[in-house]
């Protein structure tokens, strides 16, 4: 509906060829959520806008609340009712720093396309001393990943998980 309203304001009425694209451009993408634009004129008199928003991929703690952050390092909402997602979340403050935030943010997107199911279990992640540590739900022990591929004992740690809870009442 934004998108509509804010294409409505500048090209509706106008020839194709002869509204600014460029001012449509920047208006759209000066929304957080926008990451990509494309703009298509089909004539005789269509305009196509082809939008990729930013996807959430961890909660981020701060003092002044919680938001979600994208994997391109964006902030994207305060977290809310309404945008509750079960994803990670980095709540510890050494954690926070920018060198951290942008290896956690690699970490966390390696995860997710490459370890889905496994992501999708974390409770937390942290940069420590010795590089990527992870939460899962319900183990309160952390898991040690390698800095240089992280998904690589993925399967491990999901048979010691697995084991540990089969064998629980």
Not at 20 to 35: G, M, P
Not at 93 to 99: A, F, G, I, L
Request: a negative charge; glycine letters at 4%.
């Amino acid at each position: 509906a934004e998108v509509q309203r804010v294409a409505n304001e500048l090209c509706l009425g106008k020839p194709l060829f002869w509204f600014d694209a460029e001012k449509l451009r920047h208006n759209l993408e000066s929304h957080r959520w926008v990451k990509g634009l494309i703009i298509r004129r089909d004539p005789p008199d269509r305009l196509s806008l082809v939008i990729e928003e930013r996807q959430p991929l961890l909660w981020l703690v701060r003092p002044t609340g919680v938001f979600l952050l994208a994997d391109d390092g964006v902030i994207l909402d305060r977290v809310n009712q309404s945008n509750l997602l079960p994803i990670p979340v980095v709540a510890d403050p050494k954690s926070q720093t920018d060198e951290a935030m942008v290896a956690i943010i690699q970490l966390a997107s390696v995860l997710r396309d490459h370890q889905k199911d496994f992501y999708e279990r974390l409770s937390e992640l942290r940069w420590g001393p010795r590089g990527p540590e992870v939460f899962l739900e319900g183990l309160p022990a952390p898991i040690f990943l390698s800095r240089q591929d992280p998904a690589k004992n993925i399967p491990d740690f999901q048979a010691i998980y697995l084991e540990r809870y089969a064998k629980s009442p």
